[in-house]
């Protein structure tokens, strides 16, 4: 499987150059097994670099190796993973690679991998016989360090692990689909090896992850339908949002909150865990964003109280931004699927004054507790499918900002309601639904939409 997304998001600051890391190393290496990496595909859709490292104080810096994933891999099998008198000669086909590191208690080193292995077959064609989907990490275990001298030995463990599921045929696919040569040979990706997350035509499966692997198959650890609390942000830049907390039920039938998972899965949308908050995941492109607190990145923590920075960069934006007194600002990340780690996107984050651009825009449609009768459906906009609103409950949506819409109203007998609107990213729309009034829709003003909301909610 690849991974088929692009490199981190401080492309802006490149000019601080590349971090050229040292070739993978391993303390021993295996004896001569039965089989061995004979051959390694390079057919990652994103090749410009592993991922983004931090030294000291300095901005990230764009990582890779000198020579090449291939140039420097294939020594490595060689040298620690020899095969012996009569091995196989497998293909590794490399369709996944990305480092990243890890700020906390500790700084760690963090790579995600994805790689298929192929044999030989006498028709010249081979068979998949092995399939290697693996997140590794590593951290001298002290409370601060340089967690990109990790990398080498990190990487090195992780080829370890690819060499030992290689050699373990006993394990190996027992009826693995047989394929050309110029499909597994071929220096590119294939549609097909897309991770099943990002599949177009995936169902979410509700649950619980634990790591990334769980996430990127769609096979929560903890299957089933967590108890989930939201509570939605009423204030203009969090508008459309909530605060959300899960639980698990424990043998004694009680309710414990869960703060040790991964993400999880609503059956509908994902969620990926920052430190104490979880935040729902969004699809763009080829993979996720989240929009999250800019205080939750130890990076952009680091850079805004060091003097080097100001010394080395007299980028307006930045040095603004570095000096904003609050980390609770919303801000827009960007999810690393292979590693599992996120990343603050720069570019609309480190605006002097965010715009419109850099909010999303959002409509709320809400029904107070008191009014009476069954649930209605409403249309919040022409293209959009008809939802159930419920008394005491509302829907929410966010339309593009700007843009003329009718919101709908489709009452069990008459006919339908309509309200024409302009959501702007200024401030949230709010629009007050009471079935038997002489308005069943109207829109309220920005301080009564947004009490009524809260008085729902508590």
């Known amino acids: 499987m690849l991974l088929a997304f692009g490199g981190l998001s401080y492309g802006p600051l490149a000019a601080q150059g590349i971090c050229y890391l040292e070739a993978p190393t391993a303390r021993a290496a295996l004896a001569p097994g039965s089989a061995y990496i004979a051959r390694i595909v390079d057919a990652r859709a994103q090749r410009a670099s592993l991922g983004w490292v931090s030294q000291g104080d300095m901005l990230p810096q764009p990582a890779t190796f000198r020579a090449g994933v291939r140039a420097v891999f294939q020594p490595f099998f060689a040298t620690y993973a020899p095969g012996g008198p009569g091995a196989v000669p497998l293909v590794l086909r490399l369709t996944g690679l990305e480092i ?16 298929d292995l192929y044999a030989p077959q006498p028709d010249s064609t081979y068979r998949q016989v092995a399939h290697f989907a693996q997140v590794h990490e590593q951290s001298n275990g002290k409370l601060s360090g340089n967690a990109t001298k990790r990398h080498s030995a990190n990487l090195g463990e992780l080829l370890l692990d690819i060499a030992t599921v290689a050699r373990n045929q006993a394990t190996w696919l027992p009826a693995g689909p047989g394929f050309a040569s110029a499909f597994v040979l071929a220096p590119a990706a294939h549609p097909q090896e897309q991770l099943p997350i990002l599949q177009p035509d995936v169902q979410p499966r509700p649950g619980i992850y634990h790591s990334p692997v769980e996430f990127w198959t769609n096979h929560p650890s903890e299957p089933g339908l967590p108890t989930v609390e939201k509570h939605p942000y009423l204030n203009t830049e969090w508008a459309g949002d909530s605060e959300i907390k899960i639980y698990r039920r424990l043998p004694t039938n009680k309710l414990a909150q869960v703060t040790d998972a991964w993400g999880f899965c609503d059956g509908q949308d994902y969620y990926f865990r920052r430190w104490h908050h979880y935040y729902r995941l969004r699809r763009q492109g080829p993979g996720f964003i ?21 010394k080395t960069l007299m980028m307006g934006a930045l040095v603004a931004a570095a000096s904003s007194p609050s980390l609770e600002r919303r801000a827009l990340f960007t999810l690393h699927l292979l590693p599992g780690t996120a990343s603050l996107d720069q570019a609309p984050t480190l605006a002097e004054t965010p715009g419109a651009t850099s909010r999303p825009t959002h409509l709320f449609v809400y029904r107070p507790r008191g009014d009476k009768g069954p649930a209605v459906r409403i249309r919040l906009a022409d293209d959009q499918p008809a939802q159930e609103l419920a008394a005491g409950d509302y829907l929410t949506f966010e339309p593009a900002s700007e843009q003329p819409l009718r919101v709908c109203l489709l009452p069990a007998t008459g006919p339908a309601v309509y309200l024409p609107v302009t959501p702007t990213a200024e401030a949230p729309t709010y629009l007050e639904c009471r079935v038997a009034a002489e308005l069943p829709l109207r829109q309220v003003k920005d301080a009564v939409g947004a009490a009524a909301l809260n008085r729902l909610v508590k």
Do not use: F, H, I, K
Not at 100 to 115: K, Q
């Open 100 to 115: 990243a590191e890890t700020s906390g208690r500790v700084e760690t080193a963090v790579v995600g991998c994805t790689a």
């Open 290 to 310: 989240y929009y999250g607190q800019v205080g939750d990145d130890p990076q952009y923590s680091r850079l805004a109280n060091s003097q080097a920075l100001n």
